[in-house]
C-alpha cells in the first residue's frame, strides 16, 4: 500500500544516511520528495537514486539557519507542486561528545542554531501550506532523550529543545489541522556506524561483529534498527494512517529503552 501517494513531502537535511532513507521510502510509497540540505552534490545523488527507482524529486540547495534561504526552499516547492503535505526535519548539529563542564559554548549555540532553531525556522514557513493541506510534521530526535550517559550533554541538550518544541508546536498547530509528531531512532546500522565499530574493535582487540553483539545485547530484539527501518516509521506518522496520532514521539530502538 502506498501511504504517501502523490504527497509532496519535504526532506531537511539529506545526507548519506538516514536523510537517503527517509527520502527513497517516502518516493516507494508515491511521495513526490523535496530534497534540502546544504551540500548540492549529496542532494543531486539521493535525488538520482529516487529517480532511477522510478519516483519523483525536486533538489533545492538550502542552509536552514538562514531566512532567505529557507523562504525560497517554500517558493520553490510551491512553484514546482503548488502544495505541501507532510515536512520531515532531519538536519542536525553533531555533538561535542564532551562532558559539559568541558563544552565550547559556541558548540551548544551552532547545534541549538540547526537543530531546534533551523527546525523551527523551516515549520514556520512550511506552516500555511501544511495549514492548507491539513498536513503533518514529523521531526528526526534521537534515543539520546532516554538516558544521561557522559559526555552526550550536548546533543540531549539540542534534542530535548526539539522534543519540548516539537510537543508545543502539536498544540500550537492542532487548530490548524496540522500534526506534529517526532520518532527517536536509537543506533542506526549505517555505514557511519559500522566504521565506527571497526574503529572500537580495533582500539580493543575484538571483531566489529563483538563490537555489534554486545551493543544489540542491550536491546529486546538484539539487533539494531536499520536505516530503511527508522525512515518507515516517518512515512507511517507523516500518512494518513496516523491521522489522530500529533504530539506523539515514537520510539524505534529495537527495545533498547523503553518509554
Not at 519516483?55 to 539557519?65: E, K, M, N, R, W
Request: aromatic content about 6%; hydrophobic content about 45%.
Amino acid at each position: 500500500m502506498s501511504l504517501l501517494q502523490d504527497k509532496v513531502v519535504v526532506v531537511s537535511g539529506v545526507g548519506p544516511g538516514l536523510g537517503r532513507s527517509l527520502c527513497l521510502r517516502a518516493a516507494a510509497h508515491g511521495a513526490r520528495v523535496v530534497l534540502a540540505a546544504r551540500t548540492q552534490s549529496r542532494l543531486d545523488d539521493v535525488a538520482a537514486e529516487v529517480r532511477d527507482a522510478g519516483g519523483q524529486a525536486l533538489v533545492v540547495p538550502t542552509d536552514i539557519t538562514d531566512d532567505a534561504a529557507v523562504d525560497s526552499l517554500v517558493e520553490a516547492v510551491t512553484a514546482e507542486y503548488g502544495a505541501v503535505d507532510a515536512l520531515i526535519n532531519n538536519a542536525f548539529a553533531m555533538p561535542s561528545m564532551k562532558p559539559l563542564a568541558r563544552t565550547d559554548f559556541d558548540q551548544i549555540t551552532s547545534s541549538l542554531d540547526l537543530t531546534v532553531l533551523g527546525t523551527l525556522r523551516v515549520i514556520k514557513a512550511f506552516t500555511p501550506a501544511l495549514e492548507a493541506s491539513k498536513g503533518s510534521i514529523v521531526n528526526i530526535n534521537s534515543m539520546v532523550i532516554r538516558h544521561s550517559e557522559p559526555r552526550y550533554g550536548s546533543y540531549k541538550l539540542a534534542k530535548s529543545a526539539l522534543l519540548a518544541m516539537s510537543q508545543s508546536l502539536a498544540t500550537e498547530l492542532g487548530p490548524k489541522g496540522i500534526r506534529v509528531n517526532s520518532v527517536a531512532p536509537g543506533y542506526i546500522w549505517d555505514d557511519q556506524l559500522k566504521w565506527y565499530f571497526g574503529e572500537i574493535a580495533k582500539k580493543y582487540g575484538i571483531t566489529a561483529e563483538q563490537v555489534y553483539e554486545q551493543t544489540a545485547s542491550k536491546s529486546d530484539l538484539k539487533r539494531l534498527p536499520e536505516p530503511d527501518e527508522i525512515a518507515d516509521a516517518a512515512v507511517f506518522l507523516a500518512s494518513s494512517m496516523a491521522a489522530p496520532i500529533t504530539g506523539h514521539t515514537l520510539d524505534v530502538n529495537c527495545g533498547e529503552y523503553h518509554d
